[in-house]
């Protein structure tokens, strides 16, 4: 029997994580002072002109970013939010690939999830899952993440980010909602 | 459409079949899931189920009903609740028998929650740890979250195929089928409680030694009585301490869960043959078994 419905799942689920390892990049932290950083999280691209999006716990003092091309970029920490867990990067850029993003509100128990970070130290891994339970104030999903994933995306089926992973806690992802996002750059950064 | 969004489609369908007949069971310190298996009944695991008083449900429309004890079987980790409520929606059963290693499940908690993964082992009938027999081992590939014990096992069509317990095995998440869940559940509302057969007897496993073995035909593995109950179903056959059982029924019986799997509730009353040996003698009794006596819930 031939697998009529596994192949184009897998095939789907590549074509999605390869769009996803698009929009994620690597926030790296200076705190020690080396030149090359240290990994501190992952971030989603959210606009092409060089916003993007990441936990606050992971942009703490002076960070940079490896964008999916490599290029290594100096981030400018633009806005923080330490009560919903976010923070806004400015790089110098144009033209990125930016992240489709979806809306929190709309996820079912149930539906599947993708997440892509950098879960220690390996980079641009991804972990899928599906949603394990909706109406709070964080997504949680039946996923498995690691340190390194925080400030990645969390997608949906169609490869829409509708939000960005920020803990684990006891063994499920929890995830900072889109809609947190959309305000949080609406509120902060005017836009 | 995109195969991955119609397997997303699917598995949240399936979540939304299944979770109208998915309650919450308020019967310890923190809740534990339990299933509306029939109108005004509810099943869930009965290691959930710390009090007899005082228990409410929590329906998927999130009313709160008195719920009364019907019945509890330790062995088997099943509890069945009644509650006022016959118009709530029941569980869609599926059908267990239809079960591969590899089959996506999904299991849900009050909420309703998810948890998503595979079928990683299917099984014979096995003994759990608390005495009961279970018609299938289910084994599963996923996570059953706190609270999680008593909910239903989903498939992807949203068909309640069992009933999920982390309380039979301590590293491993097991699943009860569901035509078990339906034939012990009926046994606790009739009974109160499942009954298994009962012999009256202690037993120590022993290996006979070879001459005999080829001189009756015989496994290597038998049980010697150690302890035999005054006027208990043994005594009352004619069964003496120092015999050695080697065949129930007629079935040869080589350790104590030989004895148990030809003790189930459906041979209370009835009488089987037992063959002992007595003296090196082949003595061939009938045992009118009798009901094993119940240990305080």
Known sequence: ?191 | MDALLSLSNDLAAAVERAAPAVVAVHARRLPSTGIHWRPGIVVTAEHTVRTAEDITVTMADGRSLPAVLAGRDPGTDLAVLRVADAGSVVATLGDDAALKVGHMVLALGYGPRASWGVISALGPRWRSWRGGDIDRLVRLDLVLYPGFSGGPLVDAAGRVVGLNTSGLARETRLALPVTMVTRVADELLQKGHVSRGYLGLGMQPVRLPEPLRAQLGLGDGALIVVMVEPSGPAARAGVLLGDVLVALDGEPVGDLDDVQARLGSDRVGAEISAVVLRGGVRTELRITVGEQPRRRA
Do not use: C, K
């Not at chain 1, 009529?4 to 002072?33: D, F, K, N």
């Not at chain 1, 606009?47 to 942009?59: C, P, Y």
């Not at chain 1, 899952?129 to 390194?148: E, K, N, S, Y």
């Not at chain 1, 997608?155 to 996002?181: C, E, K, Q, T, Y």
């Open chain 1, 1 to 191: 029997m031939s697998a009529v419905l596994t192949e184009p799942v897998a095939a789907a689920a590549a074509s999605l994580a390869a769009r996803l390892a698009g929009i994620t990049v690597e926030v790296r932290g200076h705190s020690r002072g080396s030149s090359a950083g240290a990994p501190a999280g992952a971030g989603v691209v959210w606009r092409a002109d060089g916003l993007i999006l990441t936990n606050a716990h992971v942009a703490e003092g002076a960070v940079s970013v490896v964008l999916p091309d490599r290029r290594v970029l100096s981030a400018r920490l633009a806005a923080r939010d330490v009560e919903h867990d976010l923070a806004a990067l400015v790089v110098e850029a144009t033209g990125l690939s930016a992240a489709e993003i979806g809306d929190s509100d709309a996820l079912r128990v149930g539906e599947l999830v993708l997440a892509v970070g950098n879960p220690l130290g390996v980079v641009r891994a991804l972990s899928a899952g599906l949603v394990h339970a909706t109406g709070r104030r964080f997504i949680q999903a039946d996923l498995r993440l690691a340190p390194g994933n925080s400030g990645g995306p969390l997608a949906d089926a169609r490869g829409r980010v509708v939000g960005l992973n920020a803990m684990i806690v006891g063994g499920l992802a929890f995830a900072v909602p889109s809609r947190a996002g959309w305000r949080f750059v609406r509120e902060r950064l005017g836009r």
